[in-house]
């Protein structure tokens, strides 16, 4: 009997996965495996990484947040929108896109636990949409760079080549990690979002523990926002329209999460994201065509959760056959 | 042509950790009523699953009037004439009448539905069945009764030789059973085989030609009605004989501990009023849907209420959530435990500590190791049958799921325990340790509340009884009272009054 959601809980297969496809790549093309590739594999996974944390919260409540993507450009033009109105202070920026980005996510909380409507897809859908609006809204629908360095220091800057901004992504992550397996907190979202109701019904305060995922969600898309700001030097509300939510569904999912709740780790949607990122430069480094990129990236989503489902069954059947002897 | 309209040899049947039919075997005869009791885990569900062809048995025979059959699925078994309407019944709530009962078995004209002639025939065969119903109604507006007839119906539709009915009384109130027997008589008169499966044996006299008692997944033995008795029967379930059903112990009676004054609910409940004292068993009897699920749900803060008050300790408390309840030292078993009590994805440990994380929290974060030695704890003490703690609460018998709903209560320390059907649908054996757990509650000084649909229970555990009626308190009964008697209670619950 192993303990639930160890390590060794996490399918073994999405790592195998991911490790066969680098070696692969790196057979099939030498510059794969060289440090700036791999550095670069890091950069890109940085922004998608954020998303998904957020995203991952709500998908374990058996909610969804579909405005990760807009939250994150929005906050990102906020932040031009300030530039371009002659705000000099970087941290003054990023201060505001953080509360603007949680204020949205705890919107979206609001929206769920005390207004009652009835699934976050929806709530956050129309979220996206208003956010959308609202960036290029801000930024007259404008690019804005320019930007102060401390602004652009998260997603800019390498040491030894290694990005700050994943060296940033994996210290949220162990947080994260320690914050879902081992506080009380954490535990009543996994609860939450195996049934609401008895968790409700225990004591668990469920509307506010939701309203802190979608809060947090909004946070950390803030943070992606800041990063995509220092990796490109520009915001540009066009971008709400990226597949950047789907992209952050895909790591979850790919990583262990469910739409049904209560499952998902940080373990997994890091290999997740990971997944993703390597798929899309080691086919760019191929000069294999965007389109089927994301034919690929729909079949290997379609597949990690075949062999969850698979997996589900073998583990039935074993207890079945265990239990024959 | 066979005696018997279906026969089971050497059926056995193996699930992970457990076998759960072991050479079983059954035979039912054309159009009799067939009882089949046992403890809950004795294995009647696997049983009517190979029946109904949702499992497939390991080893074994199903004959179906003298010839071998192989149920592959549920159509196959349907189409040898077997149907079932389980305790959990398969409505399509949203779905008209006629919708539910010829669902999959469309009657159509050319292409389209016809539901002139589906409809007409869903009023006979609901009019037969002693419902006056409009078929065009959605199911999910009828009551549990009716939704009942309309599985029913569907079986007597397809022309069911044999209708399984498990605990088919569980959800009724009075007047719902008293029209299900008559149903059930009316069937056997035509020639429809019932198997009846149920808790309370009373209705297995009032039914039944035949009782099979099965154990442990065993075949035990198959009488005649006649002779049978409680007693005996009793004895066959268990294997042992039960010197007392209801080992009620009495704690010291304390202080008013819980004070509820003129809570009312729009609709359902109406200046509803008590007092509970610690170191006693407050019992609530009524019909099903005279408001005491309802009241003690407001008490919890589980739903809101529109007035009235709420003393614990003497202390007025708003419980405006389950949260604040719990603060207050208030312990809520819901009559639904798979849907309200637990979370059956999570490991049994952490079922444990649902109302009580802060207490096994230093600081923000979780102490595993206490966590698991609690656990384990209780697992030991409550008798839960598993593996380990690290089980997956929903892998669990009903009577072990209830027993952990008990652990996570016991782990919040509450003061007033308040049980909703706490013995409803789980056997004889864990019965009577929860009967014991209330035991120790009490002499602990601690107040405990009791929901139940079964007299006895409600006799044989209270120390005070409240009657319940459409929202209202009609009567409260001390146990040393003249009226502490099923004939008096039951008086009050139908509306009667107790001085006359």
């Known amino acids: ?325 | 042509m066979s005696d018997y309209i279906v026969e089971l040899k050497g059926i056995t049947k193996r699930f992970p950790g457990v076998v759960a039919l072991n050479n079983m075997q059954l035979s039912v005869k054309h159009g009799e009523v067939h009882g089949l009791v046992g403890e809950n885990g004795a294995g009647k569900s696997t049983l009517i699953k190979v029946l109904t062809g949702v499992h497939q048995p390991d080893e074994g025979e199903i004959y179906v009037n003298g010839e071998q059959m192989r149920f592959k699925n549920p159509n196959e078994s349907a189409a040898a004439g077997i149907a079932c309407v389980y305790q959990e019944l398969n409505i399509e709530k949203l779905l008209s009448i006629t919708d539910n009962i010829f669902i999959n078995k469309w009657e159509k004209k050319g292409f389209l539905l016809d539901y002139h002639s589906m409809h007409e025939k869903t009023t006979q065969v609901m009019e037969s069945l002693g419902q006056t119903v409009d078929p065009r109604r959605a199911a999910g507006t009828m009551g549990m009764g009716v939704q009942q007839m309309i599985e029913i119906a569907k079986a007597v539709l397809i022309e069911s030789k044999l209708i399984i009915m498990d605990e088919p009384t569980s959800s009724l109130g009075e007047r719902e059973v008293e029209q299900l027997m008559k149903t059930v008589r009316e069937l056997k008169s035509r020639g429809i085989a019932i198997l009846f499966i149920s808790h309370k044996l009373s209705e297995l006299f009032e039914l039944c030609d035949r009782v099979t008692v099965i154990r442990d997944g065993e075949y035990i033995e198959t009488r005649n009605i006649e002779d049978w008795s409680n007693d005996s029967l009793i004895t066959s379930m268990v294997g042992r004989t039960l010197d007392n059903q209801f080992p009620k112990e009495f704690g010291e009676k304390g202080d008013v501990m819980l004070k509820v004054e003129d809570l009312s609910v729009g609709g359902v409940l109406y200046d509803v009023s008590f007092e509970a004292y610690g170191g006693q068993v407050l019992g609530f009897a009524g019909l099903v849907g005279a408001g005491r699920t309802e009241t003690v749900r407001a008490i919890f803060g589980a739903d809101p209420i529109d007035s009235g008050r709420v003393f614990i300790n003497g202390k007025e408390k708003k419980m405006s959530s389950p949260g604040e309840a719990v603060k207050a030292g208030i312990a809520l078993l819901t009559e639904d435990r798979k849907g309200q009590g637990l979370v059956l994805t999570e490991p049994i440990k952490n079922n444990m500590i649902l109302a009580s994380m802060k207490q096994h929290s230093d600081g923000p974060f979780l102490n595993e190791r206490r966590i698991d030695e609690g656990s384990q704890k209780l697992v030991e003490s409550l008798r839960i049958k598993t593996p380990s703690i690290y089980e997956i609460v929903g892998q669990l018998s009903g009577g072990n799921q209830q027993k952990v709903v008990i652990g996570k209560w016991i782990n919040s320390d509450a003061d007033i325990y308040i049980f909703d059907e706490p013995t409803r649908g789980i056997d004889v054996g864990a019965k009577i340790e929860v009967y014991n757990v209330m035991n120790t509650l009490v002499k602990a000084g601690k107040c405990v509340l009791m929901i139940s649909s079964e007299m006895p229970e409600i006799l044989g555990m209270s120390d005070r009884v409240i009657v319940m009626r459409g929202g209202r308190v009609m009567a409260e009964v001390e146990r040393d009272s003249e009226h502490f008697n099923q004939e008096d209670i039951m008086k009050a619950a139908w509306g009667g009054s107790l001085d006359d």
């Not at chain 1, 002659?86 to 996510?105: E, K, N």
């Not at chain 1, 992550?173 to 081992?182: D, K």
């Not at chain 1, 809060?215 to 950047?244: C, D, F």
């Open chain 1, 1 to 325: 009997m192993t303990k639930k959601r160890t390590f060794a809980g996490i399918q073994m297969g999405t790592i195998l996965a991911l490790i066969i496809m680098c070696v692969v790549l790196s057979l099939a093309n030498r510059n794969f495996y060289s440090y700036d590739n791999v550095m670069g594999i890091f950069k890109q996974t940085a922004f998608n990484a954020f998303l998904s944390v957020g995203m991952l919260l709500c998908l374990i409540t058996a909610g969804i947040d579909l405005s990760v993507g807009a939250n994150a450009v929005f906050t990102a033009c906020l932040m031009g929108a300030m530039n371009k109105a002659g705000v000099s202070s970087g941290l003054l920026m990023m201060l505001v896109a953080l509360i603007a980005g949680g204020a949205f996510g705890f919107i979206n909380g609001v929206l769920l636990t005390r207004l009652h409507l009835p699934h976050p897809f929806v709530s956050t859908l129309g979220m996206k949409n208003v956010l959308w609006g609202l960036a290029l809204v801000v930024t007259g629908s404008q690019m804005v760079s320019g930007f102060p360095d401390s602004v652009q220091w998260l997603g800019r800057t390498t040491i030894q080549g290694f990005p700050v901004s994943f060296i940033m992504v994996l210290i949220v992550y162990v947080i994260m990690h320690i914050f879902l397996s081992r506080t009380a907190l954490g535990r009543s979202i996994y609860c939450a979002g195996g049934n609401i109701e008895a968790s409700r019904l225990s004591g668990i305060n469920t509307a506010n523990v939701l309203t802190f995922c979608y809060t947090l969600s909004g946070v950390m898309a803030a943070i992606a926002g800041i990063v995509s700001v220092g990796r490109s030097g520009i915001s540009n509300g066009a971008n709400a329209t990226q597949p950047y939510d789907t992209d952050a569904i895909a790591a979850c999912v790919i990583g262990g999460a469910s739409f049904t709740g209560g499952k998902g780790t940080m373990v997994g949607t890091m290999i997740g994201c990971l997944i993703i990122t390597v798929l899309r430069n080691g086919f760019s480094l191929l000069s294999i065509q965007s389109s089927i990129q994301n034919i690929v990236l729909g079949l290997v989503i379609i597949l990690a959760v075949l062999m969850d489902v698979l997996r589900a069954n073998m583990e039935a059947k074993r207890r079945r056959l265990a239990s024959a002897k």
